[in-house]
């Protein structure tokens, strides 16, 4: 399995993390955690959840599963509001 | 297509077919017949008819007219609002007199219905339980339980009963048939009728007919609808072809008009049509009542196809009196006959498209004869062939002055002869024998867009004049006076001496008698006056160009400042077309607007290419080019964008495309002529470019649709040159039709006589009951009864209830047309979805970001609450098991049946209304409840309703819809509809901007907005926001589709084809280590990041100041950056910000330094909320930021930063954008972020989603700050090579040379 998770830096400097986006198998779609239940609608609007470029500018939606992941690293690459993928020993 | 086996071969069918289906949505008595019921054709019972509230009478009253419901009004309840009657019926004539209530016959209908379904597929189980509907008069209501007991009785075992009943039904069955004669006057949905009528004869033969009538109904059969079903579907294949090219092409005689001709081409098309259609044959065994439906298609087929006044109005009302009836045929037919009727079923839709948009256009072209000055026969046509003999510049002379009598003609009609009618909420707008019902909300606008149009003509002209003084002061003040002497000399110019006088006297003329006469409502007369000004205006504006020109001939003031003049006049051909465009459906401002300049003349072109088979493109685009020559104005890109969207009412999408590529191809047009070459080069390039990407996709759909896109109305138009008569100029007249046509009266439907509404206008905006499941209902018949006519006690026709076959289509739609409702024309929006409904369930597994199918953590999964394969959380099973189908429409709310049958839907989970799994009952009422309910759209993942469901809805109104039902306005509309102030509030006239009071704070997880970061409820909205937050929930990113495979985000077009970018290496150095000088701050890292993440620091020696580090090997690989020749990130985000500085924009600095072992850059970090933050924790208060006009503003530098760097990391990214609001209230924005920046490329990459264009405006400072850095470019340049590489700098001042030319440009069309 693959996550990348959703991260925002804060204006006090502090991170947080927002959402998990992980795809359990290739060809799967992607299951998105919301991890601040107020933060829901803000995230679809960020467009978290919805259809994103991939590095090639190719659109990319959560049923693409790990190319969603992949478009989800290029896109969100902000200071912040930024991607990342959780390698599995940092877990 | 042949008729299917007959029951019986299709019983033994049915029953291996059904075993695998428990009866697990049988109502009492299935069982034992579970095999019989389902063998049998599935039953597809209408759309229960619904009754009407008054949002849906409010919204009829507006959009159709008082008028067209008074008849049906003063059959309703006393609860309805209703506005007099202008003269009550006579006693005993009127239909009132006679008739019940509307809604009594649509309880009786449905009552029916059900007791029916009761009898036929449960063997006359749940007969007792039925319920009727509230609203039954007590003849009604008596009627039905006379048939109730009638039917229960014919169950009975003793043979006395079963005759009794038969002689019962008999003699009431003849009272149902003139009630459902009544509800058909009173436009009863006519699939609905037709359902009933079936039912009849299915339980006459069973129980006889009424005695002495000649309406009973004739039982179905499989010939019947093979010989129907192919007639209707021949009809359909024989009347396709017709192509709406565009409202400058007349169908149609104006009344009164004949100067207006009918085109000769459709003439000649019409005919030939009209003998196809007439052609096409009835087999011998059809019913008469299929033979009649067959007929009227033919006559309403043959209406469209006929060119005499009101044909298109009788045919499209025709065909909504027909239309649920050949919807239920083909529905029920699939039934009885072999074959695939998908394709008639899609000719059916395409036929439905056609008339509606025939309609549109023939409206349009009646308006057309309203606005435009009556003219002799041929006159049109004698001048144009005069002008022509003289040459294009004649022709434009003519062009202008047949313009120039058309909008005056048009301000004569707005002024002297558009009245408010005697009905209420109409007005009659006539031009001699011409005349019209329109809105009263279309008449004000048309007042307001013509006060509008005419202070915004005037204002053009002072504009232009100030250019004028402007630019002759310019030149005096930038030669010398022996310079000017020679120059004079030499070129020959005069000097046309000083502006300030007659610019000080225009002014005063403009604020002290022409704005006056304007808000007086003297059109005429500011018209006039105006045009009297402009000679002399003109004569001044071109005398200091020749002055200008003279002295410099490669100046090219010329071109630009006399098309100021030209742009006035062009602004005012969507006086009415905003007004259409306000609140006109979609259709019809896509017809409607095809008018004028280049626009119809693609479209004409188009259409006749189409028609002929001449597919030949480079005429497509000579025709374009000739329509828009006339119409030069000088709008660029971001400026054409914003005069498209200020065409469209602030609409945007696809109206507004059509606008962009005509304003920009005539930029295109100008930038040409100024560059030597031909307008019709330049405009080519420009128009054509940007159609290329926004509509040459859609046009042979939309063609062939009859739904032509909507166009310019840029140019006076030569319009549709090619397939018309046409007067090139008809465009301008055309123009300002397009304006008032949003709707005008659309006929009745219903029925053409009583128009009533109804049908289509459910209080819930259902698509109708999902179509009735059988299969463990069956008909628990006893054969052995000797009932006459019986025949064994199974009726030969299908089941009521019985199976929908999976992927016939459910006969929903057929009672919600989307085109005029029933009575009346429906605008979208006018009918209330149903109200988000409770669910029944408590609880869903994880709430849903709407649009996106995000699930919460942590949800806790209620029992039943499957996880789908997707991932996401599963649907919970609603008490009682019942969901919708997956297209979220309910049926009408009811109880539960008594008798305990499961309803229908239930389990048949998202699997459409065209997929019912087999074996759902008959009956067909699902819980409102019900947990999808509103999952249409597909903008909430199946099984997860709990999201909308808690949001708080208004009852029964449709939030888009005010208390009047009228819809809401829109951020920048004004509560009249009207269009708001185009580029938000004058300045000078601000609001006060504070934030909200404490209480009102947004909450957020332990982490408030920053004070200054909290965005005022007042802020201002922009008319042309630069995002919609609907859209961007929505992921409605503006995504490449004509590219083949997957859309793309990406352009590419500054990428050369198959050409190597050089990647741009920065040459700058990184600072050596300073240990112990930057320390690591406290942020605490959230779990599971890399060392490499980016930190944050403070630095020791300068007071603890914070600054984000970037370490140069945490810098991520993007590929659009790479493609461009982005490589080392860190030195590019020195640069970015230096930049910035130059063109005041604060952005937070950077510098390269090495922390430890690791290079990378230091960023200062600001203590400030981005925009994303602001996302994520006040979604509300973020719509209205990004919607304000605060931001569109505030976004022009960022835009000039972004574009001179090449940013491929901005725009909807908006963690770049720290913001805040000053302590003077104003909005600012700081970028950050500058990694993927100073491309190798020249031009600006275009990747929606990341970058934007160029500025719209350009601020005082930002001009003079560029102008500042293109003089000191060379050194400046030298300052960033380091950090960008050699590479970068060439694109960086190519971008900064183009900007300076833009911003040349907006600066003398006064948007600078």
């Given at each position: 399995m693959r996550t990348v998770v959703i991260l925002r830096r804060t204006p006090d400097a502090e991170t947080e993390e927002l959402a998990r986006i992980s795809a359990s198998a290739p060809g799967t779609p992607v299951d998105i955690e919301v991890l601040v239940p107020e933060f829901r609608e803000g995230l679809a609007a960020l467009g978290i959840g919805g259809t994103i470029p991939d590095g090639s500018g190719r659109s990319i939606a959560p049923d693409d599963g790990e190319a969603y992941l992949d478009a989800l690293l290029v896109t969100y690459r902000g200071s912040r509001l930024w991607a990342r993928e959780v390698v599995p020993d940092l877990q | 297509m042949t008729a299917k086996p007959a029951n019986a071969e299709r019983q033994a069918k049915g029953k291996a077919e059904v075993a695998h289906e428990p009866a697990r949505d049988a109502g009492p008595g299935a069982g034992s017949s579970v095999a019989l019921a389902d063998a049998l054709p599935g039953w597809t019972p209408a759309d229960p008819i619904h009754h009407l509230g008054p949002p849906q009478v409010a919204a009829l009253q507006r959009s159709a007219g008082n008028h067209a419901v008074a008849d049906l009004l003063r059959l309703q309840d006393p609860g309805v609002q209703r506005t007099p009657a202008s003269a009550p019926p006579k006693p005993g004539t009127g239909p009132a007199a006679k008739l019940a209530p509307f809604n009594s016959y649509a309880d009786l209908l449905n009552g029916f219905q059900d007791l029916a379904t009761a009898l036929i597929n449960r063997g006359g189980a749940g007969l007792d339980t039925v319920h009727f509907g509230p609203d039954l008069t007590p003849a009604h209501r008596s009627l039905l339980w006379t048939i109730r007991t009638a039917l229960i009785e014919a169950q009975d075992t003793d043979p006395a009963n079963r005759h009794k009943a038969a002689g019962t039904w008999r003699a009431v069955s003849g009272r149902l048939l003139t009630a459902v004669g009544e509800a058909g006057k009173l436009g009863a949905p006519t699939d609905a009728i037709a359902s009933v009528n079936d039912q009849i004869a299915m339980i006459n033969k069973r129980l006889g007919s009424a005695r002495g009538r000649k309406d009973v109904p004739e039982a179905e059969s499989g010939e019947d609808y093979v010989d129907t079903i192919k007639a209707i579907d021949q009809l359909f294949i024989e009347s396709m072809g017709l192509l709406e090219g565009g409202p400058s092409i007349i169908r149609e005689e104006a009344p009164g008009r004949p100067d207006i001709e009918v085109n000769s081409a459709v003439v000649e098309l019409n005919a030939e049509r009209r003998a196809l259609i007439s052609g096409v044959k009835l087999g011998s065994h059809a019913t008469s009542r299929h033979a009649q439906l067959v007929e009227r298609l033919r006559s309403t087929l043959i209406l469209m196809r006929s060119?005499?006044?009101?044909s298109a109005y009788a045919a499209s009302a025709r065909w909504r009196s027909i239309e649920g009836e050949l919807r239920y045929v083909l529905q029920r037919g699939a039934h009885y006959v072999d074959g695939d009727l998908s394709e008639a079923v899609g000719r059916l839709e395409h036929t439905k498209e056609m008339i509606d948009a025939h309609y549109a256009a023939v409206h349009t072209g009646n308006l057309e004869a309203v606005l435009s000055k009556k003219r002799d026969k041929g006159e049109l046509k004698e001048r144009r062939e005069f002008a022509e003999k003289w040459g294009p510049g004649m022709q434009a002379v003519v062009a202008e002055k047949i313009a120039v009598e058309d909008v005056g003609n048009a301000f004569d009609i707005i002024q002297n002869h558009l009245v408010k009618s005697d009905r209420e909420g109409e007005w009659n707008i006539s031009n001699g024998g011409t005349s019209m019902r329109i809105r009263e909300d279309q008449a004000a606008n048309l007042h307001a867009l013509a006060q509008q149009q005419l202070k915004s003509y005037i204002a053009s002209l002072v504009t232009a004049l100030v250019a004028a003084r402007e630019d002759y002061d310019s030149i005096k003040l930038g030669n010398s006076r022996t310079k000017l002497r020679v120059l004079g000399f030499l070129g020959g110019a005069d000097d046309p001496g000083s502006f300030e006088k007659e610019t000080a006297d225009l002014i005063v003329m403009r604020d002290q008698t022409v704005k006056p006469m304007i808000e007086r409502g003297d059109y005429v007369g500011a018209f006039k006056l105006i045009m009297d000004l402009k000679p002399q205006i003109e004569k001044r504006v071109k005398a200091e160009a020749d002055y200008d020109a003279d002295l410099d001939s490669g100046y090219r003031r010329l071109a630009v400042t006399m098309s100021i003049v030209q742009v006035a006049l062009v602004s005012l051909v969507p006086i009415a077309g905003e007004a259409a465009l306000a609140t006109a459906p979609m259709w019809a401002v896509g017809l409607t607007a095809t008018a004028a300049g280049g626009g119809g003349a693609f479209i004409g072109e188009g259409t006749r290419q189409l028609v002929t088979g001449d597919h030949d493109a480079s005429r497509l685009g000579k025709t374009t080019l000739s329509g828009v020559a006339i119409g030069t104005t000088a709008f660029t890109g971001p400026a054409a964008k914003q005069f498209g969207t200020f065409m469209t009412g602030g609409s945007g999408g696809f109206a507004a495309t059509g606008f962009e590529a005509a304003a920009s191809g005539t930029f295109g047009g100008v930038q040409s002529v100024a560059q030597g070459g031909t307008f019709g080069e330049g405009f080519a390039g420009n128009f054509l470019g940007t159609m290329g990407s926004k509509f040459t996709g859609l046009l042979p759909g939309s063609l062939q649709t009859g739904v032509p896109g909507k166009i310019v109305q840029v140019g006076v138009g030569a319009g549709i040159g090619e397939l018309t008569t046409g007067d090139p100029l008809g465009g301008a007249v055309g123009a300002l039709v397009p304006s008032v046509v949003s709707k005008g009266p659309h006929p009745a439907g219903g029925h053409e006589e009583a128009a009533p509404a109804t049908g289509g206008a459910p209080t819930e905006a259902t698509a109708g009951r999902a179509p009735a499941t059988a299969g463990g209902a069956p008909a628990t018949t006893d054969s052995s009864l000797p009932l006459p006519g019986l025949g064994g006690g199974v009726p030969e026709g299908p089941a009521v209830g019985a199976t929908t076959v999976p992927g016939t289509f459910a006969p929903l739609e057929s009672a919600a047309p989307a085109g005029p409702a029933v009575g009346a024309e429906t605008t979208p929006g006018t009918f209330p979805p149903r109200p988000p409904a409770p669910p029944t369930a408590p609880a869903v597994a994880a709430e849903t970001i709407p649009g996106s199918g995000i699930q919460e953590r942590p949800p806790s999964t209620p029992a039943g609450a499957g996880t789908a394969p997707d991932g996401l959380a599963g649907r919970p099973v609603p008490a009682g098991g019942a969901t919708t189908a997956a297209d979220g429409l309910a049926n009408r709310a009811a109880a539960a049946p008594a008798d305990g049958a499961i309803p229908v839907g239930a389990a048949t989970g998202d699997a459409g209304a065209n997929s019912v799994v087999p074996g759902a009952p008959a009956d067909k009422r699902v819980p409102v409840s019900a947990a999808t309910g509103d999952a249409g759209a597909g903008s909430v993942v199946p099984g997860a309703p709990a999201d909308r469901a808690a949001a708080p809805q208004p009852t029964g109104v449709d939030p888009a819809l005010d208390a009047t039902g009228r819809p809401a306005p829109t951020p920048g509309e004004a509560a009249t509809g009207q269009p708001g102030q185009v580029g938000g509030p004058q300045p000078g006239n601000q609001p006060v901007i504070r934030p909200p009071a404490a209480a009102q704070q947004p909450r957020s997880k332990g982490r408030p907005l920053l004070p200054n970061a909290q965005v005022p409820a007042d802020l201002p909205q922009s008319?042309?926001?630069?995002?919609r937050y609907d859209k961007l929930v929505a992921g409605g990113q503006q995504i490449r589709h004509d590219i083949t495979g997957r859309p793309d985000f990406d352009a590419k077009a500054d990428l050369a084809a198959g050409g190597a970018v050089p990647t741009s290496g920065p040459t700058a150095t990184y600072a050596k280590e300073e240990a112990g000088r930057f320390q690591r701050t406290g942020e605490k890292p959230a779990a599971g990041l890399s060392k490499d993440e980016a930190y944050v620091v403070k630095d020791t020696l300068d007071g603890d100041r914070k600054y984000l580090f970037k370490p140069v090997e945490a810098e991520y690989a993007i590929p659009r950056a790479e493609a461009r020749g982005i490589d080392e990130q860190a030195p590019r985000e020195v640069a970015g910000p230096m930049v910035a500085e130059q063109l005041g924009i604060d952005a937070p600095r950077g510098k390269l330094v090495t922390i430890g072992d690791k290079q990378g850059v230091l960023i200062e970090w600001r203590e400030q909320n981005s925009l994303s933050d602001l996302a994520l924790q006040d979604p509300e208060g973020f719509k209205r930021l990004i919607e304000s006009e605060a931001f569109r503003e505030a976004l022009q530098t960022t835009d000039a930063l972004d574009y001179l760097i090449n940013n491929l990391d901005r725009a909807t990214n908006f963690g770049n954008y720290l913001y805040e609001f000053t302590p003077d209230g104003k909005l600012k924005l700081t970028p950050i972020d500058h990694a993927l920046t100073f491309t190798s490329t020249r031009e600006r990459a275009s990747i929606d989603a990341y970058t934007r264009e160029l500025p719209e405006r350009y601020p005082p400072d930002l001009v003079q700050r560029l102008e500042q850095l293109s003089k000191n470019r060379a050194e400046f340049i030298e300052k960033i090579r380091p950090f960008v590489g050699d590479a970068a700098v060439e694109g960086f001042s190519h971008r900064l040379d183009i900007m300076i030319e833009d911003m040349h440009v907006k600066q003398r069309t006064g948007r600078s």
């Open positions: - | 060119e005499k006044a009101g008319s042309d926001p630069a995002y």
